[in-house]
């Protein structure tokens, strides 16, 4: 009853801005992962891509969301103003969206894909910034893992719609496409309508101006984030190869989207708690039990003989984002200044971004050349040493303040 009490409480003590913020995020993902389900398979079996345009594509478009948010975040903190920075960034990928069913080749598809990520970029860090202004330093972990949460449940209500509908329309891509539109005007409006700025962050903003000369006062704590994020990502591959691993042993066109769903049920589910808990027993602990589910979930992925046993390391790998990624959002928060907030997620999700790009061409060549038990290999390698990096330097980040 106790323990049933102080979660109520911890949960009432998250600001309203916060909940709304996680229902943009949540219907912006319902109508990304909508599509994004179905694309790995789309590009392959309808326009003929290879595994390593595959990884190319995946890793081109979220490095240029994390890239954009470098700019978007530091923006941020000179304007004072996160929200309708945020606003325009989900603006953008709502009017992109109808791209994908437009589309009639490769470059079409790119493109698409190009420009959702920099409206996601855009949205990013000011998103993450508003959070940790509007949040108390007692909830932050709480208030990330609510946030991600959310958004999760959107990451696999959407693939769940993509199943059905599949279903439905005998496999017609473009009008799943078109039915994904509908939830990204939702979430743009919620952002519009339903969010305030943060009053703390333009009281802080007004009184100064951005310099260059003020990243000197990022922290070494914070870099030492920034390091242990970059090589984290480098483990951690665009999850449309997890769809193409169950495709390749036998799954079939219109289950693949359960890929994402198996995976982002135990993600949404784990990463509330593992923020709450970051709370009150700090942050490394988690990542390090979340780091060490990675590495399993890779050996499971890689040594896979049966769909079951792809859908068994798919949950393991949810398991490791739900006690990742919002740690990793609420170390940012926790050891940058107030008023660098939004650079600092930007600097933060650039260095990822660069990462992410490099792992997921890595892993498309890796792939086709050695085939995909050598891909999740090679993340279990790299999880293994950011497991040892993070034993090493956990007493240097900073704890929550």
Known sequence: MATDAARSSRLQGIPRGVWALGFVSLFMDISSEMIHALLPVYLVTVLGASMVAVGFIEGIAEATAMIVKVFSGALSDWMGKRKWLAAFGYGLAAVTKPIFPLATGLGWIVTARFVDRIGKGIRGAPRDALIADLTPAPVRGAAFGLRQSLDTIGAFVGPLAAIALMALTVDNFRLVFWIAVIPAFISFALIVF??????????????????????????????LVVGFGSVLTLARFSEAFLILRAQNLGMPVVWVPAVLV????????????AGAISDRVGRTGVLMIGIATLIFADLVLAV?????????????????????????????????PADLRGSAFGIFNCVSGLALLLASVMAGLLWDWSGPAATFMAGAAISAFALAGLAVLSHRIARPV
């Open 262 to 273: 198996v995976m982002n049920v135990v993600y949404a589910f784990a990463a509330y708690p």
């Open 304 to 336: 896979a003989g049966s769909v079951a046993v792809v859908m068994a390391g798919v949950a393991l790998w949810g398991l490791h984002m739900g006690l990742t990624q919002g740690l990793l959002a609420t170390l940012v928060a926790d050891t940058a």
């Open 194 to 223: 339903a969010v305030e700025e943060s009053a703390r962050h333009e009281a802080v903003a007004n009184g100064t101006r951005l310099r260059l000369s003020d990243a000197k006062r990022l922290s070494l704590a914070f870099w």
